[in-house]
């Protein structure tokens, strides 16, 4: 049975770095854990929630109820062949380190996702993706537990219905599910993505023989590197806002007045960057004390160290704000305000 702790920081758990506290906290490190833990302990908290690699959050205040830290850790090869490796991977391992133990083995599909920080159980929730690829390409399968009954269910891909940053997870099924287990299913001559960004000339540059699942992976995280603040040195949580899509004619308006606007074409619609409408209403830099803008990108909000969630979010909303006013498009976040 996992114990219980109270009023436990959540700094370090956060790669915002925000300094709020959790109530009530507790680790699990097995299904068992988990399902022990619903079974006989949840009645007596008003409100939990499960906490990954906390990459994805941004605290504006402390957590009232039970932080349930995700600790479930494990890699299994359920089958394998000459074409393809079908692995079950624990919740709680660290989505870096796997992308690093697929690509040393040679398995393609997730090596342009290569430095995303946060845990395995987190990338179905928002299906995270980078350079033209998304998790749910190599997605079989996620178990879960009902947080309610303790009931352990498997969604097929189907099932999770994925999106652009999104899934089941954070719709119907939102705080309803503790995911425990990813199953990945992975081929071993799986295409190259290389066509989105600057992948092809970072490849280029590094004078390599032969383009490999690692190398790519390797030209991924030089391009990162570039873009995105180390969380270890500053606070961020990646992308604050999503990419918004809008329809035809609404794209066409705008298009009219810039140009220079990037646009990707979608099945749904154009989706427009972000980072550039922010950027075009002159946030990027932008430095409030201890907090503000990256300079290198204007999609990511970072934390110098010392701002409050509540300071940020409301960095976020004034950003908002503006590019509605300027562009008539109202942001969504990407990061799970709390
Ligand atoms: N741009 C600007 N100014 C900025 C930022 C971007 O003009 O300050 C322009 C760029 O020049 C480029 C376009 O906007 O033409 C797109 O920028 P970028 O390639 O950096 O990608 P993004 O759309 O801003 C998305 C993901 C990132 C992912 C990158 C690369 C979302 C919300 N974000 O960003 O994901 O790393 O593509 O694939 O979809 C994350 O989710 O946390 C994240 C970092």
Not at 40 to 45: C, H, I, Q, V
């Given at each position: 049975m996992p114990s219980i702790k109270e009023n436990i920081s959540l700094k370090s758990l956060n790669t915002f770095g925000i300094g709020a506290n959790a109530r009530y906290f507790t680790e699990i490190s097995s299904e068992n854990e988990a399902q022990t833990l619903i079974k006989?302990?949840?009645?007596?908290?008003s409100k939990y929630l499960v906490l990954g690699g906390g990459s994805n959050v941004l605290f504006t205040d402390d957590f009232s109820g039970l932080v349930i830290h995700q600790g479930i850790k494990g890699k299994k090869i359920v089958e394998e062949d000459e074409e393809r490796c079908l692995i079950k991977v624990g919740a709680g391992e660290d989505w870096p380190f796997f992308v690093d133990y697929c690509v040393d083995r040679d398995w393609?599909?997730?090596?342009?996702?290569?430095?995303?920080?946060?845990q395995v159980g987190a990338s179905p929730v928002q299906n995270i993706g980078a350079y033209g690829r998304e998790v749910k390409d190599v997605i079989e399968s996620v178990e879960a537990i009902e947080?309610?009954?303790g009931e352990k269910k498997v969604f097929s891909n189907k099932e999770c219905r994925f999106g652009y940053r999104d899934s089941v997870f954070k719709n119907e099924l939102k705080d309803r599910y503790l995911i425990t287990a990813v199953n990945f299913l992975f081929y071993k001559n799986a295409d190259f993505?290389?066509?989105?960004?600057?992948i092809r000339d970072t490849l280029r540059q590094m004078d390599i023989d032969k383009i490999t699942y690692k190398t790519v992976a390797e030209a991924v995280k030089q391009i990162r590197r570039k873009k995105l603040p180390d969380i270890e040195e500053t606070g961020s949580a990646g992308s604050f806002f999503k990419n918004p899509v809008v329809d035809e004619n609404f794209f066409e308006k705008l298009r009219n007045g810039n140009s220079n606007m990037p646009f990707f074409k979608m099945d749904s619609g154009y989706k427009i960057p972000a980072g550039w409408l922010i950027d075009q209403c002159g946030w990027k830099g932008y430095l409030e004390g201890h907090y503000g803008v990256y300079p290198y990108q204007a999609l990511v909000l970072v934390n110098y160290?010392?701002?409050t969630g509540k300071e940020i979010a409301d960095l976020a909303w004034r950003i908002r704000d503006d590019v509605e006013k300027y562009f008539g498009i109202r942001l969504q976040p990407e990061v799970t305000v709390i």
């Open positions: 006989d302990d949840f009645r007596n908290y393609g599909g997730i090596e342009n996702l290569a430095l995303i920080p946060g947080l309610k009954s993505h290389l066509d989105y960004g600057s160290g010392g701002a």
